[in-house]
Each structure stands twice: as C-alpha cells, then as structure tokens.
C-alpha cells in the first residue's frame, strides 16, 4: 500500500478540480491488486487547523466520491485496471458539499477523459 502511494506521487498525474488538487495514477500491469479504484485523501494541517473542520471535510470528500464512484469504479473494472486517485483539499476555509460535489464530478470527467475510460 505505501508502495503505491509513493508511486503516485512520483509517477502519478496531477490537475486541480477546485478545492481539490487530484492526483491520478492508472495501473494495470500489478496482477496483486484487484481492478477498481483506490482514494486517498488528505486535508492538510497547515491549510485547516481544527481536527474537526479537517474531519468534516474528508467527511465530505468521501461521501462525494461515494455517491459518484460507480460509472468510473465499472469502467476501470471492464478495462481490468487499478486506478489510484488522491484528493488533496486546497482551499483554506470550508467548502460546502454541493461545491465539493461538483469538484469531484469534474475530476471523475476530466480523469475519465484523460485515460480514454
């Protein structure tokens, strides 16, 4: 799992949906993990001080991704690839879900489009 991470961060793809900075990394040459899609998400210290408000907020992102993952979750297991995705939040106030919603909507899009899913 660390292994994997680190090669999204180095090898791994990169846009700003705002107030979400995603970072992509298709793979379907590691037979050890099943197709789909793995998240990682993280809302900086630095940006967000109070554990609750950063909590909330991935809160937030998951549910998000959680109402809007099936279409793109089916294409990369039709394909029988492994998408890794972070979203990391930028912004340094809180968002609402609606805009964090479209935020997400648009990744999904723009990484649908990119790999051709």
């Known amino acids: 799992m660390k292994k994997d991470i680190d090669r999204l961060f180095t090898d791994g793809q990169s846009f700003v949906s705002y107030p979400l ?3 992509y990394l298709p793979d379907d040459g590691d037979l050890s993990s099943s197709p789909g899609i793995s998240v990682f998400i993280s809302v900086p210290k630095k940006r967000i001080r109070h554990a ?3 909590n909330r907020i991935k809160r937030l992102i998951r549910e998000a991704h959680r109402l809007n993952k099936n279409e793109i979750s089916g294409l990369c297991k039709q394909k029988g690839i492994q998408l890794y995705v972070a979203c990391i939040y930028i912004c340094n106030e809180m968002k609402t879900f609606a805009s964090i919603e479209k935020a997400m909507l648009k990744a999904m899009n723009i990484i649908r ?5």
């Open 21 to 23: 900075r995603i970072l």
């Open 52 to 54: 609750v408000r950063r």
């Open 113 to 117: 489009r990119k790999e051709n899913l």
